[in-house]
């Protein structure tokens, strides 16, 4: 999978948003809600970049953080989410329920029902 490049103007290569160290970038970039708004908008892709590790979306990570403000700016993605699991099953849905964190679980299910987000766990699917 992934997208095409070229580099230096004569070679091909494919990339994905799973090479490294796209990953640990865009989590650095998750403290800044403006610098990922631009990032999103730009890369909408962005949102399918999984740790390689653990499997855990940027969306994750940013529940995991109980940042409203970036969970808002990756759910706002024009490229369709799913709620994804990590190697241990867990969904950004799930990880929100469990720490009780009531304004990203509205913020998630809003996005459900605005079909930005599929509703099937783990699923990419129209």
Known sequence: GGDRV??????????DFRDRPAYPVCVSILRDPTALRVLVEEHPTVVHLRDPETGKTLLQ??????DERAVEALLQSRARIGLLRDKWGNTPMSVAV???SKGI???ILQAVLDKRVSNSPGSMAA
């Open 6 to 15: 070229v580099v230096y103007g004569k070679t091909v290569h494919n990339y």
């Open 61 to 66: 990570v940013a529940v995991e953080k109980q």
């Open 98 to 100: 469990k720490a009780k």
């Open 105 to 107: 679980v509205q913020l």
